[in-house]
């Protein structure tokens, strides 16, 4: 596609398009080989991102709706129903906030920290195995330069 491009509009720089077109491939793999590590657990993709937020909050350690739907990106009614889903399965509870009873904590049941330490084992190797062309070095690298643009897109939104 680049290469045709380039036939037909010499005039453009398409070095951008070239590196953009192939993270947009990425994220499409890697989205598939997600999606197939959470299967057998019966998880959607934005349920394993909303207990794996609280998981990485700590053990026994609240977050409030409010962080969550900053770090999902998502409205408080997006995230309200979300928490209702996985409060459903057993997954996470919710409970009086510890300082001001008004606000609202959200944990991660037995059950939800059980499914989440089940599947990071097999993310965790999987990255490696979608980088395993590169050297050590050259992970770093590369995880430092989309860092760059992607602090650079957020800045700009």
């Known amino acids: 596609m680049l ?15 070239g590196v953009v077109l192939r993270i ?3 994220s499409g793999l890697f989205m598939d080989r ?6 057998p657990a019966g998880l959607a ?30 409205t ?24 001001d009873r008004r606000s609202i904590d959200i944990f991660l049941t037995a059950r939800g920290k059980r499914l989440v ?6 993310r965790m190797v999987d990255a490696a195995e979608c980088l395993g062309a590169l050297k ?3 992970r770093g690298d590369l995880a430092r330069l989309l860092r760059i643009v992607s602090t650079e897109l957020e800045r700009e939104d």
């Open 3 to 17: 290469s045709q491009w380039r036939r037909q509009r010499p005039d453009l720089d398409s070095s951008g398009m």
């Open 24 to 26: 947009m491939l990425l």
């Open 34 to 39: 997600l999606k197939a590590i959470l299967e």
């Open 45 to 74: 993709t934005w349920e394993y991102d909303v207990l794996s937020a609280l998981r990485r909050a700590g053990a026994g350690v609240g977050v409030r709706p409010t962080e969550l739907c900053k770090s999902a990106q998502l």
């Open 76 to 99: 408080s009614g997006a995230m309200t129903h979300r928490l209702d889903r996985l409060e459903e399965r057993g997954l996470l509870r919710r409970e009086a906030g510890e300082r």
């Open 117 to 122: 330490e089940g599947i990071i084992g097999d």
């Open 136 to 138: 050590k070095k050259e």
